[in-house]
């Protein structure tokens, strides 16, 4: 589908232009910004459709839908011939196995970024990390961000790359509410679907770049997002826009003809009546963020980026560098197989076209009958003369040496990604332990590389994350309280399930710059809505955070993947049990945290504290009805081992 901005004028018989003009009609300084846009989209469009070495001479686009295949096990259409269609004609699941092999190790542990957070004076603030990790925490499960981590990994291991688009969006749409009558009112409420933070990978022929030789994703010249959406959700997140309302139409775009200084609109059957074509350039230098719908301005022809820190809010990483890094795109885990991926495809047909040739081999005949088909049927009866006679054709197949080569092959495949055993397939023979730690080591070595990549992903992200963070949660709404009196209202984060102390408590964040010291970042407390007159909640933590503070420390996200190809979880619990039966016994070690870390936190994490018992008071002396634990044993021993006070006495008198 060709891009709006370039559509070229239809023309009829008498050679003029057979499109209608449009109603949108922009001015002198819109007209400007839309050749502009066009003159880069130009640039980047050849970036996408030229062919590189790296490529193999293929285009990016060329590239991705052969590895997609591949990795869909797309077989293509036999041939027509009837004579040739007895030849096998299948797939192996090579490719597709390994890469989801990879993925599942990959993904066994969602890697989360990880926040360090400095102060005016370039030293760690820990409350303030501690803090913006809750966060960070709540905004990743809020955006579904486990699902597109595991999306992710395999877009990488398929594709030349892998974009995820970081943002926030504030969306109103109209509903009907009911009233207790039947009858209902319109109501503008918060869209929750499209609302709040939004993480979505984006697909590469979508988001074009400017420069294939810029690995920096945050030094491209720019960057265009182009996609065709349905109208539905284009009228939820435009609807009120002057330009959407009047001009915009599913079908129908706008285009701009130079030759003329004239804007047409055609319709595009390739929008089928009901979609739109959304257009969003990114120009970090030019300070540029502006939005295009079917070839409409939705905004100022001069809309600054959106975000304040001045970031595209894109992210890019891959499975591999093509080379040292100079080339944007990278070499993904499919076309890294490829040539042993057809080898392997290949060999097998070849090996069951044998096979076929070697239960039912080809026959010919000697004489003057002729012997059909249908001649050569179990049970079938054909009388011949006696100088007719039928004999099979000796092809000399020789099996044995495809099956050696497909192996072989698969071997080699098995170098270049990861070997059977980490795939979950039992090794023949059997193996020392010497051996099966360097295949655990060379495994961990290629997932390693791949780690490092996805960790790049994940901390680019994270980066972004923090800032839109800073930027959309310290900043409250303003609203009117009694009095006329106006007052900031910040949101209210709970977070259930966390860890304090050691246990498992709910945390409620709260920004707030008037219930905290002006000079002071946070406080805490345990009291519900700081009432301390009421009892504290054993398991809520009421953290209270001056909004503007917060927003004035240092930030930074680390990421430390480490992808253990073998241990795992009944692995590290089996660990765990052994280290508590040897520590257990020894009196250096402090008893109550062994049981807490070694077996309790296997099976109850977080609630380590319901199983230990606590520490008995001690019975004061002389208190009646609390005997001392152990009084009884006590006192019959001082019975059976000391001497009556008679016997004493007596003795003592004598």
Not at 359 to 379: N, Q, R
Not at 531 to 538: T, V
Not at 559 to 584: C, G, H, Q, V
Request: charged share 30%.
């Amino acid at each position: 589908m060709s891009f709006n901005l370039i559509v070229e004028p239809k023309i009829n018989k008498k050679g003029n232009i057979a499109n209608s003009v449009a109603l949108y009609d922009p001015d002198e300084r819109e007209r400007k910004r839309l050749q502009d846009i066009r003159k880069e989209y130009q640039i980047a469009d050849t970036i996408h459709n030229q062919s590189y070495e790296e490529f193999n001479n293929r285009s990016l686009i060329e590239q991705q839908d052969k590895n997609q295949k591949s990795f869909n096990n797309f077989i293509s259409e036999g041939s027509n011939n009837p004579d040739e269609d007895w030849h096998a004609n299948t797939r192996r699941s090579v490719t597709r196995n390994k890469v989801i092999s990879i993925a599942a190790h990959i993904t066994s542990a969602i890697l989360e970024p990880k926040v360090f957070a400095q102060n005016e004076n370039d030293e760690e603030d820990d409350d303030a990390a501690d803090t913006m990790q809750d966060i960070m925490k709540w905004s990743l499960e809020q955006s579904d961000y486990s699902r597109k981590f595991v999306n992710a990994v395999i877009a990488a291991l398929v594709n030349p790359g892998v974009f995820i688009y970081e943002g926030f969006a504030d969306v109103k749409r109209k509903i009907k509410e009911i009233t207790s009558k039947g009858s209902w009112t319109d109501k503008e409420v918060q869209d929750e679907i499209f609302s709040g933070f939004q993480n979505l990978l984006v697909p590469l022929d979508e988001l074009y770049i400017g420069d294939v030789y810029e690995p920096d994703i945050q030094k491209q010249p720019f960057m265009i997002w182009r996609r065709i959406i349905d109208y539905t959700n284009a009228k939820i997140k435009y609807e009120g826009n002057e330009n959407f309302d009047k001009y915009v139409r599913p079908g129908l775009r706008v285009f701009y003809d130079e030759a003329n200084d004239t804007f047409y609109e055609s319709y595009d059957v390739n929008l089928e009546g009901r979609l739109v074509e959304e257009i969003i350039y990114y120009n970090r230098y030019a300070d540029l963020e502006i939005r295009l719908v079917n070839g409409v301005l939705m905004d100022d022809s001069d809309r600054p980026l959106q975000r304040k820190d001045k970031c595209y809010p894109f992210v890019f990483s891959g499975y591999e560098p093509y080379d040292e890094g100079r080339f944007f795109y990278r070499k993904s885990l499919v076309e890294k197989m490829e040539s042993d991926q057809d080898i392997i495809d290949r060999l097998y047909n070849m090996i069951l076209d044998g096979t076929f040739l070697s239960v039912m081999p080809p026959l010919i005949t000697f004489g003057e009958d002729e012997v059909s088909i249908d001649v050569i049927m179990p049970g079938r009866i054909t009388s011949m003369t006696a100088d007719n006679k039928l004999e099979p054709i000796n092809i000399g197949t020789n099996l044995n040496a495809g099956i050696t080569a497909l192996e072989k092959v698969e071997s080699s495949l098995s170098e270049s990604s990861q070997d059977p055993m980490h795939s979950g397939q039992a090794m023949r023979g059997s193996q020392t332990a010497f051996e099966i730690a360097r295949l655990e080591e060379n495994a961990r070595k290629m997932l390693g590389l791949f780690g490092k990549m996805i960790g790049f992903l994940v901390k680019d992200f994270g980066q972004l994350r923090l800032s839109t963070i800073v930027q959309h949660l310290t900043v409250g709404d303003a609203i009117q309280t009694q009095g006329s009196i106006n007052r900031l209202k910040f949101r209210k984060i709970l977070i259930p399930d966390s860890m304090a102390e050691g246990k498992k408590v709910t945390k409620r964040i709260e920004f707030d710059n008037e219930d905290v010291d002006e000079y002071e970042l946070l406080k805490r407390e345990e009291y519900p809505d700081g009432n301390k007159q009421k009892e504290p909640k054993e398991n809520l933590r009421i953290i209270k955070i001056n909004p503007k503070l917060f927003r004035q420390l240092k930030y930074l996200v680390k990421i430390e993947p480490d992808f253990e190809t073998m241990t795992s979880t009944n692995a590290k619990k089996a660990m765990n049990i052994e280290a508590y039966d040897r520590l257990i016994q020894n009196p250096m070690a402090e008893q109550e945290a062994v049981l807490r870390d070694f077996l309790l936190g296997n099976y109850k994490k977080g609630e380590e504290d319901k199983y230990i018992r606590k520490p008995q008071p001690m019975a004061q002396p002389g208190m009646q009805g609390m005997p001392q634990e152990g009084a009884e044993q006590s006192n019959l021993i001082k019975q059976l081992t000391q001497p009556k006070q008679t016997e004493v006495a007596s003795e003592m008198v004598s």
